[in-house]
């Protein structure tokens, strides 16, 4: 692939990338306005396909502050993600980190609730999907969780769509 078409390639991505993140934070209208997404860095990509935090933390990481592909009303949190795969997989990451975001804002850090806000929001199917792809199991492995986490959690998740 030459540099050309790489760089093509890139803009696709970033389109998509953005077009997923808008209609997955219109989902969760309690936090749409104080989220920004900014692009993946490979300071943050080498750790993790997906990250939200707070954009001072964005910042004191990458000790720069970030590109925005898309900037809220209110700079208060911004995602990282990195397509992956296919949108159904891009979207189950987007979802997560808009769900953890909102369950920050409510003093929540459990995992199993995090995922039931991602249900209730239209986006259990994709994070399942997600979940059990090998794709994302970085973004997992950030909070230390281990592989039997990972299982509980999807276990959980067929549950609540009404697969088990």
Known sequence: M???SLMCYLFMMEDRLLNIFLKVRESFSEIKDIVSLIKPY???ICFSTAWALRIEEFERILGFKPEYVYKSLS???AI???YRVDDVLTTGMVAHEFAKILAR???IF???LIDKICVEKGFGEELLYALE???ISDVLERDLIERLDIDER???LKKLLGHV
């Open 105 to 107: 804002e409510n003093d």
């Open 110 to 112: 459990d995992n199993s």
């Open 154 to 156: 999807i276990t959980n």
């Open 80 to 82: 990282s993600v990195q």
């Open 42 to 44: 490979f300071e943050l």
């Open 75 to 77: 700079e208060k949190y």
């Open 2 to 4: 030459n540099l050309k």
């Open 133 to 135: 792809d090998d794709a």
